[in-house]
């Protein structure tokens, strides 16, 4: 008895500190965006942006997509947030020049090569200097 309490207080606490690591990483994802949008103002929403450079695509840890095009920086929010990872590569499958939120976007283990999971864009929101 004193073996299964003992084994339950130690499995909720181990879960307990999960969920603090995801709300810290959660934080630090909204942190790191506020600061490259400083100073900006949002626009209008577009399915798809012209994203020649593939170099300046930055994923940020359970936030978001970014697209830095020099003036305006391209923010999508995924539907599950909590999919993106730095540590895992991001496959996108495009049709042509254009990044669209209907593109087809997978993860995958740096490490291991094995598919982790598929992402979904949502619109693609311009933020600009005033």
């Given at each position: 008895m004193k073996m299964t309490l003992f084994a339950v207080t130690a499995a909720s606490l181990a879960l307990a500190g999960c969920v603090h690591d995801r709300a810290a990483a959660d934080d630090r994802g909204e942190a790191r965006l506020a600061a490259m949008l400083?100073?900006?103002v949002a626009g209008e929403p577009r399915s798809c942006v012209s994203a020649y450079d593939s170099s300046r695509l930055q994923i940020i840890d359970r936030t978001a997509v970014v697209?830095?095009?020099g003036s305006t920086i391209w923010v999508s929010r995924p539907s599950d947030p909590r999919s993106l990872d730095t540590r895992?590569?991001?496959?996108?499958?495009?049709?042509g020049s254009q990044l669209c939120k209907q593109d087809v976007i997978r993860t995958v283990d740096?490490?291991?090569?094995?598919a982790t999971g598929v992402?979904?864009?949502?619109?693609?929101?311009?933020?600009?200097?005033?």
């Amino acid at each position: 008895m004193k073996m299964t309490l003992f084994a339950v207080t130690a499995a909720s606490l181990a879960l307990a500190g999960c969920v603090h690591d995801r709300a810290a990483a959660d934080d630090r994802g909204e942190a790191r965006l506020a600061a490259m949008l400083a100073g900006r103002v949002a626009g209008e929403p577009r399915s798809c942006v012209s994203a020649y450079d593939s170099s300046r695509l930055q994923i940020i840890d359970r936030t978001a997509v970014v697209y830095d095009a020099g003036s305006t920086i391209w923010v999508s929010r995924p539907s599950d947030p909590r999919s993106l990872d730095t540590r895992d590569i991001v496959v996108i499958e495009r049709t042509g020049s254009q990044l669209c939120k209907q593109d087809v976007i997978r993860t995958v283990d740096r490490t291991g090569g094995f598919a982790t999971g598929v992402i979904f864009l949502g619109d693609f929101v311009p933020y600009t200097r005033p």
